[in-house]
């Protein structure tokens, strides 16, 4: 079993940075950052494969957000940029298995989320 931990969300005015980070306890073959806003259902947002590096965005964040991974303290991170209101919400990462995309349902592993707010 994988446990997994966020880091580094938080308040930050609109167009500006953040990077949230992903702390595994193991290897994880896939991992994939998601986002929950209020009232509004999962959304899965980008995705990496561990051992070719290859990633995967929703276009909602395509060309500000940009996952990446420190192989060797098993941690993958969001470094997301030109934030906007509308990505406030829970931000999780989750770890899969071979079926690698984007839905949820794949994913069985999931860290406990950690809040960003843009104002």
């Known amino acids: 079993e994988v446990q997994l931990v966020e880091s580094g969300g938080g308040s930050v005015e609109a167009g500006g940075s953040l990077r949230l980070s992903c702390a595994a306890s193991g290897y994880t073959y896939c991992t994939g950052w998601f986002r929950q806003a209020p009232g509004k259902e999962r959304e899965g947002l980008a995705r990496i494969i561990t051992y070719s590096d290859n990633t995967y965005y929703a276009d909602s964040v395509k060309g500000r957000f940009t996952i990446s991974q420190d192989n060797a303290k098993n941690t993958k991170y969001l470094q997301m940029n030109s934030l906007q209101p509308e990505d406030t919400g829970m931000y999780y990462c989750?770890?899969?298995?071979?079926?690698?995309?984007?839905?949820?349902?794949?994913?069985?592993?999931w860290g406990q989320g950690t809040q960003v707010t843009v104002s």
């Open positions: 989750a770890a899969g298995g071979m079926i690698c995309g984007l839905d949820s349902d794949n994913y069985g592993y």
